[in-house]
């Protein structure tokens, strides 16, 4: 306290001296100046010192050297420790999760399908539901809407609500359809399981279960709120597209994404192909590679990668540019497009996921089927080749259906901007049945990378586990589709206590590399919206967006 009286007493000195100074004579010397601010400068030094006690802690050290030692750190001893301590915390999280997808199995295969319901048959909260807005509540076919109290929490720093769970449902998908009803109706058990896992943990945070149909299921109860407050702002979240949920419905793919880049698809067809090319590649996580490459009479890359990259923010933002610079012209010619498609697929020579492969075509139709090159590249029919026809047009659609259909893949139709969203991840549905014959052993936990919470938790990584369907169909056949994806929630805060910076020494610090590269933990990671928010002093800070060690 005596140090900041004495700095504001010599400020107002100093500037006392210099405005006396200028209205009895002339303006002090530069020498003079410095004179000054050297004896201000002894002086606080002095002061600061012998305030603070600084010479004496010295002495006092020296003189009592009987009664410490100081030893060196081990840094591997360290290090383990920390290991140890965040494997614990995910193996907890984690006896959660697996709890929750088994109970959501067996929930969902004692289900009774209903076509009707009663008007208070489902009773769910809504989180887009306004609270100020009564009216709102109550309007739909079959179900009836929970008004939960919320109090502030001060672990999720928002409003939640204990005793129930949110239910969130995109924009796009109207509640009352019957299969929104039937999975409200089944997913309503899951509450318990919450509960029953924060009384076992109550440190745990998001409990969440997605839906393949868009669904999202999520404990405690919080309303969606945006809090930067935009006027007609359209909720666009949809849980299938979320990076947890991606990670955790399909396992790991190559995808070359074809682009019909002929003079037919110019104009309008062209605008949804480049939209719908956009779409797809949001639907890939950092377990994918992926390349795009566009044809006409040739085919070539529409980027400066030559063959597939890992499916990363940074090479898919490289890629979305790409593909808005795509022309149309010239004439169809389905072989060299293909051909260009299998030997990328085919190179062993770089990185791959070498799990699934996968060939996107994007078209407005055609006439030839190019059977001889699948013939030569896919007769063992390794490679699944799936069909988008867009936009509206009399083309023939039967040889592009033809191609799906003989390459293990599918086939659909994008007439407009509308159909692009459901169109493009439908597929996910057919690459998650190899995961439900194969059972348990389908069935690991996965850790994502650290991405920014969608309810504004901050930054998180989220265990997940897919979430089968068991029932049979009445030929007595498993029923094949994923039900949806289980995650929970880890906040990077919670691993940072793990990792204290004073057992190290004063500039140490700890950090973590996930397994594909990216920085899961250091003392200068932040949010992109962070990054861009703040002026920041030092030129070391990045954001988790952007870093990735090579």
Avoid at 26 to 43: G, H, L, N, R
Avoid at 456 to 476: S, W
Avoid at 486 to 494: A, F, I, Q, R, T
Wanted: net charge neutral; charged share 25%; proline share 4%.
């Amino acid at each position: 306290m005596a140090a900041g009286w004495l700095l504001v007493f010599s400020l107002t000195l100093f500037q006392s001296l210099v405005m006396n100074h200028s209205s009895e004579g002339p303006f002090p010397s530069a020498t003079t100046i410095k004179s000054w601010v050297d004896k201000m400068q002894e002086d606080l030094v002095t002061l600061a010192r012998t305030a603070s006690g600084v010479d004496k802690l010295a002495e006092i050290y020296l003189k009592n050297r009987n009664l410490y030692t100081v030893e060196a750190n081990n840094p591997r001893q360290l290090v383990e420790i920390a290991a140890r301590d965040i494997e614990k915390l995910l193996s907890n999280r984690s006896k959660a999760l697996v709890r929750l997808a088994k109970e959501a199995e067996k929930y969902q295969a004692s289900h009774q399908w209903r076509d009707e319901f009663g008007n208070n048959d489902i009773i769910y909260y809504n989180a887009k539901d306004d609270q100020n807005d009564p009216e709102k509540n109550d309007t739909e076919s079959g179900s009836q809407r929970i008004r939960p109290v919320f109090e502030e929490d001060p672990v999720f720093r928002r409003q939640t609500s204990y005793q129930h769970a949110a239910v969130h449902i995109p924009t796009d998908i109207y509640e009352g359809s019957t299969i929104v009803l039937n999975e409200l109706n089944w997913t309503a058990a899951l509450d318990d399981v919450f509960k029953r896992n924060r009384e076992e943990d109550p440190t745990l945070l998001w409990q969440v279960f997605g839906s393949a149909t868009g669904l999202a299921r999520y404990y405690p109860a919080s309303p969606w709120v945006d809090k930067s407050r935009t006027p007609n702002k359209i909720d666009l979240y949809d849980v299938r597209r979320r990076p947890w949920y991606i990670q955790g419905a399909a396992s790991p793919k190559d995808m070359l994404i074809l682009v019909d880049a002929s003079g037919s698809v110019s104009g309008l067809t062209l605008k949804l192909i480049r939209t719908s090319v956009i779409e797809m590649l949001e639907t890939l996580s950092d377990d994918d590679f992926v390349n795009v490459v566009s044809f006409n009479n040739n085919a070539q890359n529409v980027s400066c990668f030559n063959h597939l990259v890992q499916a990363n923010v940074r090479n898919k933002k490289k890629l979305k540019e790409a593909v808005y610079k795509i022309s149309a012209k010239g004439i169809t010619d389905y072989k060299k497009g293909f051909s260009y498609a299998f030997e990328q697929l085919l190179n062993h020579s770089v990185s791959r996921a070498n799990c699934n492969k996968i060939i996107m075509l994007f078209t407005d139709g055609g006439e030839e089927r190019a059977q001889e090159i699948f013939h030569k590249y896919n007769e063992d029919k390794k490679v699944r080749v799936f069909t988008f026809s867009v936009g509206q047009h009399n083309y023939d659609k039967g040889p592009i259906q033809w191609m799906a259909c003989e390459n293990k893949g599918y086939y659909y139709e994008i007439p407009s901007i509308g159909a692009i969203r459901i169109n493009t991840q439908e597929y996910l549905d057919v690459l998650g049945r190899p995961m439900v014959l194969a059972g348990e052993k389908a069935k690991q936990v996965q850790w994502t990378n650290v991405y920014l919470d969608a309810l504004e938790l901050g930054l998180v990584i989220t265990g997940t586990l897919p979430v089968f369907n068991l029932t049979k169909e009445q030929n007595g056949k498993i029923n094949q589709l994923i039900l949806g994806v289980m995650g929970v929630d880890v906040s990077l805060e919670d691993i940072k206590k793990l990792t204290p910076r004073f057992t190290l020494c004063p500039n140490g610090y700890y950090f973590a590399i996930d397994p594909n590269g990216y920085v899961l933990l250091h003392p200068n990671l932040q949010p992109k919206q962070f990054f861009n928010r703040c002026k920041l002093k030092h030129n070391y800070v990045f954001t988790f967006e952007e870093v990735r060690v090579y």
